[in-house]
């Protein structure tokens, strides 16, 4: 069955309000600490969430009174399951959602060259985790008529590179989830954008190798990267728009990249 969607007059309903709560997943780190705080900056409260919980507090502390940690493992059923029970109750009316967590562990090589375990989990994390937080989350903005979400996708979306089956393939997923989402929710106050950045400097490589040194040479030799705060102020600009307007696909890049 059909569930019917109310209509939005689409007079600038969904834009964003003093106060509306966003909820940020990955938020401990990279791209998703910094969107947090921007976000928090532009008068949203946010929902921190993400694994590590010593890192969310700091997260959630650095945006004083706006910021609450908040446990969540994308890649488990339960605990994405049971979100809105654990949210204390002024904090359910989600209004933004930025799909942020995910990680390329064990990637950026061939494809026969990584196991079948890491191969899964880039997938769990990065589509099926995102999928399972957007369809907990959406029947409250379908109910309120009003929501934005934000999927981080990457220029991988588009771009594949050898050595990059998983992660780009799991972009792929992402774009093509974004798109088809954003028809699904056309004419409604449900906003859909996609940010695909390229290159970021954050604890993504060093995640993926489980090496900080590593990391810091691949940055190093890829020479201008862009800083995570750049990737939040392309979210912050998403949200910020009226309601009449989407901000599809946002390719953000560093000089250095086309
Ligand atoms: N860095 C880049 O060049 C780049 C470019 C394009 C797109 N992106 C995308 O940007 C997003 C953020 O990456 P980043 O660069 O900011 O890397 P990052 O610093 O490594 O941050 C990744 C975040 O995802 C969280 N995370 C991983 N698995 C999770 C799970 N199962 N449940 C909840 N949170 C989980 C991590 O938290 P814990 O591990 O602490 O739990 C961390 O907070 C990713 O989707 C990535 O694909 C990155």
């Not at 569930?3 to 509306?20: E, H, N, Q, V, Y």
């Not at 969107?35 to 010593?54: D, E, F, M, Q, Y």
């Not at 907990?136 to 996708?153: C, S």
């Not at 106050?189 to 900080?212: C, N």
Request: glycine share 10%; with cysteine; hydrophobic share 40%.
């Amino acid at each position: 069955m059909t569930t019917s969607i109310p209509r939005s007059d689409a007079k600038g309903d969904a834009s964003l309000r003093l106060g509306a709560v966003a909820l940020v997943t990955g938020a401990s780190s990279g791209i998703g600490a910094e969107t947090a705080k921007a976000l928090a900056a532009s008068g949203c409260r946010v929902i921190c969430a993400g694994r590590t919980r010593a890192k969310l507090d700091d997260v959630a502390a650095s945006i004083e009174g706006k910021g609450m940690a908040f446990e969540l493992d994308v890649d488990d059923r339960g605990s994405v399951a049971s979100l809105f029970e654990r949210l204390p109750p002024d904090w359910r009316d989600i209004d933004v959602l930025v799909n942020n967590a995910g990680h390329d562990r064990g990637g950026r090589r061939r494809f026969d060259e990584g196991s079948i375990e890491e191969w899964e989990k880039i997938i769990e994390t990065n589509v099926i985790g995102l999928i399972r937080v957007t369809r907990v989350v959406i029947p409250q903005m379908i109910a309120r008529d009003r929501g934005h979400i934000v999927n981080i996708g990457s220029i991988s979306g588009y771009k594949p590179y050898a050595g990059g089956t998983l992660y780009a393939g799991s972009k792929f997923a992402v774009h093509g989830f974004s798109e088809s989402l954003r028809l699904d929710y056309r004419n409604t106050g449900i906003r859909v954008t996609e940010i695909l950045p390229g290159m970021v400097r954050t604890g993504f490589a060093s995640a993926r190798w489980d090496d900080t040194s590593r990391a810091k040479k691949f940055y190093d030799d890829f020479g201008t990267c862009l800083a995570p705060e750049d990737v939040a102020r392309s979210v912050v600009f998403a949200v910020q728009q009226p309601g009449h307007v989407v901000i599809s696909q946002l390719v953000v890049v560093p000089s250095s990249q086309t």
